[in-house]
């Protein structure tokens, strides 16, 4: 294989129904600074069934290129189907660096194409770099339950690949003046071939407004004593119209659902306020919460490690800091006969 | 119907120690298990199999301990283990991972023709989830993953309608027979074992194999020789440096945090509805 050959960073756009993954913008952002680095174009990889208008938006994030396959059976994701189109467009335009989210969707093309292409793809990646003597993507991942993080290298294959943790990366501000070129390639695709078929998606809206759209957090930890005290959270959150999550330890309690558990094996979020409540603040926990806007950190060992991450420490027992809070908040709200609401 | 499931001896994560001086896992501190989601996927092939009929394989890439898993998924209810172990297949990554155990199912596949295979979501010490869908290419069977349902297996058309779990909610899917599922927790409950199954996992011997058991390998595609990714360096994650710490009494403390959320007109602004 002639490396050399190999130019270019791409990002897989994930599309539903016509919109834009997050993720997928936050890698145009992270894939701009690789590009940049290696002095290359970074293009983004747009398949769909009726895509073409997102195209511009993909160059308004940070795009130079976007590559096209528009085709009726592209229209839900398949692996047989999406895999084909990335597979081809990537062996005749041979990128160096190719990156996915890591949802399912994106997890599941990558493994398919990294088997076809027979290269090297790296897992939930969280930090991304450039080597740039040797020119080499560094892709780094929490490893060994996330106390330690590894760098993967993919020497000898292209494109060097990786899988990215959705809200690690951050999106570009959108730039309408910027203009992109658009290259558009056909597929040979036929229903009838495909062994697979996507009969009914069904969303579920609840889920996601609990913790991943939250615009506040409260989120306890095992400080919290029991499940009684635990509810004290609930009254924070309805005096400021707030989400309830936890940490590993409260869900293995049986104080929470799985689904609302935050962290390396949970949801990772990024809210405007969160509130850490007698929880340690484990590498595996901040990894699924640090990059939230304000951190404010409740906490009776003044040398709890959720310190290091927070924007405001208060050293103090959760049960008389909580009431204290709650009765502040529901004052200003009587006072002024208003809702607090969040930008 | 012949379902074959492939099976990860790894560290029980939960239970592990760090090293807190070279950060790394202190394997020998945790117990050798079955991957939990393996677990899942070993239970729901015998759910399938007592559904509809048929036989439950299981198979493994591993060191020889790693017979200990294939008795724990015969205690499950499998009809047959195969371990393949080899110095050939150490140090390999996903990909090469995927294309040993794709020769292991060929091999299978000589024995009694496969019709499903079923993969845990991922191993909990490596959490690719890549493996799985690496083989189904390599068998050019389609892929199905993140499976939380299988809803029904339509034999006489070959096929299986699954539930497949998205990042918000989850859609159906029908696909054709033979295919490959990797299974989500939620897809069933481990059953305790029934005593039956405790003494035929006592005395089962797995089929071992090694690389000169299997036929057409590729040996530059096994093991480490067979793998693109390495390991370039591992580090502990940036400190991040803390913020501002809050003095004074509880009561104090409360003050100057609410003055400070207030000031921070651009997040968090109170809307006087009335
Ligand atoms: C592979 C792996 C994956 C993991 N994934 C996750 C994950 O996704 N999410 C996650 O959260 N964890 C995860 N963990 C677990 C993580 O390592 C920690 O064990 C866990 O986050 C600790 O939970 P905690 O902070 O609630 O409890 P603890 O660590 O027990 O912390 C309790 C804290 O409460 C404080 N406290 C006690 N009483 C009070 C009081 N009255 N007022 C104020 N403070 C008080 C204590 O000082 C202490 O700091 C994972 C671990 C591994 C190995």
Request: hydrophobic residues 40%.
């Amino acid at each position: 294989m002639n490396l050399s050959e190999y130019q270019g960073v791409w990002v897989f756009i994930e599309q539903n129904e016509g919109e834009i993954e997050g993720v997928s913008l936050e890698l145009l952002g992270a894939g701009r600074t690789l590009a940049d680095k290696l002095e290359v174009p970074l293009a983004g990889v747009l398949l769909g069934d009726g895509v073409r208008s997102l195209a511009n938006q993909v160059v308004y994030y940070g795009a130079d290129e976007v590559y096209i396959i528009d085709h009726p059976v592209l229209k839900d994701y398949r692996t047989e189907s999406y895999m084909k189109g990335v597979i081809e467009l990537a062996e005749k335009y041979k990128p160096e660096i190719f990156l996915y989210g890591a949802t399912p969707n994106g997890k599941d093309l990558a493994s398919a194409v990294a088997t076809d292409l027979s290269t090297g793809l790296t897992a939930d990646t969280t930090m991304l770099d450039i080597d740039l003597e040797n020119r080499l993507f560094e892709a780094s991942r929490p490893a060994f339950g996330g106390n330690i993080m590894a760098t993967i290298l993919c020497k000898k294959h292209r494109p060097q690949m990786a899988t990215v943790r959705p809200k690690v990366m951050k999106a570009l501000e959108v730039d309408h003046t910027r203009i992109g070129k658009i290259i558009e390639e056909t597929i040979s695709l036929k229903e009838e071939d495909m062994r697979t078929k996507v009969i009914q998606i069904v969303k579920d809206v609840s889920k996601k407004a609990n913790l991943a759209d939250a615009h506040v957090i409260i989120c306890g930890g095992k400080g919290m004593g029991d499940l009684q005290n635990f509810q004290l959270l609930y009254s924070l959150a309805d005096s400021i119209g707030a989400s309830v999550g936890g940490t590993r330890d409260v869900v293995e309690a049986g104080w929470l659902p799985h689904h609302l558990q935050i962290g390396q094996t949970g949801e990772t979020v990024t809210p405007k306020i969160y509130f850490a409540v007698g929880l340690s603040g484990a590498i595996q926990h901040t990894v699924g919460m640090k990059n939230s806007e304000i951190i404010i950190a409740i906490n009776k060992d003044p040398n709890a490690p959720i310190f290091d991450v927070a924007t405001y420490g208060i050293v103090g027992d959760a049960m008389e800091i909580l009431p204290k809070l709650i009765e502040q908040f529901n004052e200003l709200k009587n006072h002024t006969g208003g809702e607090l609401s969040y930008v | 119907m012949h379902i074959v499931v492939c099976v990860k001896q790894v560290p029980d994560t939960k239970i592990i120690k760090i090293n807190p001086k070279t950060n790394t896992l202190d394997r020998r501190s945790a117990p050798a298990i079955l991957n939990p989601y393996d677990a899942h996927a070993v239970q729901e092939a015998v759910r399938l199999k007592k559904l509809v009929g048929g036989t439950v394989s299981v198979v493994s890439m591993g060191p020889p301990q790693a017979t200990a898993i294939i008795k724990k998924s015969v205690e499950i209810g499998a009809d047959e283990g195969y371990l393949i172990s080899d110095r050939a297949f150490a140090g390999a990554d996903t990909l090469a991972t995927s294309y040993a155990l794709s020769k292991a199912l060929e091999r299978i596949a000589k024995i009694k023709p496969i019709d499903m295979v079923i993969c845990g979501k991922h191993a909990i010490d490596g959490d690719t989830g890549q493996v799985g869908p690496g083989i189904a290419r390599r068998l050019d069977i389609p892929p199905v993953t993140n499976v939380i349902e299988v809803t029904e297996v339509i034999e006489k058309d070959k096929k299986v309608v699954i539930k497949r779990k998205l990042t918000s909610g989850y859609e159906i899917i029908q696909a054709q027979l033979p295919c490959l599922l990797t299974v989500e927790k939620e897809i069933n409950e481990v059953e305790y074992s029934p005593l039956p199954n405790m003494i035929r996992a006592a005395k089962y011997e797995s089929i071992i194999w090694t690389v000169a058991d299997l036929e057409n390998v590729d040996k530059v595609q096994l093991g480490l020789k067979g793998s693109p990714t390495i390991v370039g360096k591992m580090f502990s994650p940036p400190k991040p440096e803390g913020g501002i710490r809050l003095e004074g009494t509880a009561n104090e403390q409360v003050n100057k945090l609410m003055d400070l959320l207030m000031e921070k007109k651009e997040l968090f602004t109170l809307q006087t509805t009335k």
